[in-house]
């Protein structure tokens, strides 16, 4: 696994920390802000900054988080490790960190909190990678994706053009755009801001980045069509409130 241009070794041999929330928030190769206030997960930030800084956000499985929040509700299998690249603390203890999404994982079996640790571990499991010849990204796919996120009405969009600037960063430092790499930055840059939390969870938690692909493609095409209809019905000469429907 890489963070920046350094190397970042990703033991699996030893349980990973369990940070759950309501939806995937970080996907390979984007990184992240939290903040971090409630006493378990202020232990867990302490207890992986002592150690490699490392640990695993998961997704919660249905909605019994939101009556049993404080115990330890079902999660989904399919995580993200994400390695802490910058921690800000502030006196009343509470924390932002950076998180960089590492690689995907799923869950082995689960371990409760004890007397000493108020937060949850589990053994984890790495995707296979690379994947196997028949279903690796088909560079045609990602020039597509960029092709589309390049042209209007997408490419009025802050979230793509935030997007653009990432994979133009990478070009321009003489690195190509790792296809996994634009994927996942398009999955959580864009696709997120449609709400649609099964997609992002299925994004994540399908092995086979061919797939994957697919899906991107698929919902960039909709959202696509759906801004495409707006802006026809758009008139900057209309009267204010007026639209052409």
Not at 26 to 43: D, K, S, V
Not at 97 to 109: E, F, K, M, Y
Not at 182 to 208: H, Q
Request: proline residues 9%; contains cysteine; negative net charge.
């Amino acid at each position: 696994m890489h963070e920046g241009d350094a190397p970042v070794r990703v033991n699996f041999a030893r349980p990973f920390p369990i940070f759950p929330l309501d939806t995937v928030v970080l996907l390979p190769h984007a990184t992240i802000r939290l903040y971090i206030f409630e006493p378990r997960y202020r232990q867990l930030v302490s207890h992986i900054l002592d150690s490699n800084g490392q640990f695993a956000l998961a997704v919660f499985d249905g909605d019994a988080w939101k009556h049993h929040y404080e115990g330890s509700p079902p999660i989904r299998r399919a995580v993200c490790v994400g390695h802490i690249v910058r921690h800000e603390g502030f006196p009343d203890g509470t924390a932002k960190i950076w998180v960089r999404g590492l690689c995907r994982a799923s869950i082995v079996d689960e371990h409760e909190p004890d007397a000493d640790r108020l937060y949850r571990t589990a053994r984890l499991r790495p995707f296979p990678s690379p994947p196997p010849p028949a279903h690796q990204i088909d560079p045609g796919a990602i020039e597509l994706i960029l092709g589309r996120l390049r042209q209007r009405p997408l490419g009025d969009l802050p979230a793509v053009r935030g997007v653009l600037e990432r994979v133009r960063a990478t070009d321009d430092a003489q690195v190509p755009a790792d296809a996994s790499a634009v994927l996942d930055l398009v999955s959580l840059g864009v696709l997120a801001g449609l709400g649609d939390r099964d997609l992002l969870y299925e994004i994540l938690a399908t092995p086979d980045p061919a797939h994957r692909t697919g899906l991107v493609v698929s919902r960039l095409e909709e959202l696509r069509s759906i801004l495409h209809r707006v802006d026809l019905q758009f008139d900057a000469d209309a009267p204010f409130g007026v639209s052409w429907n």
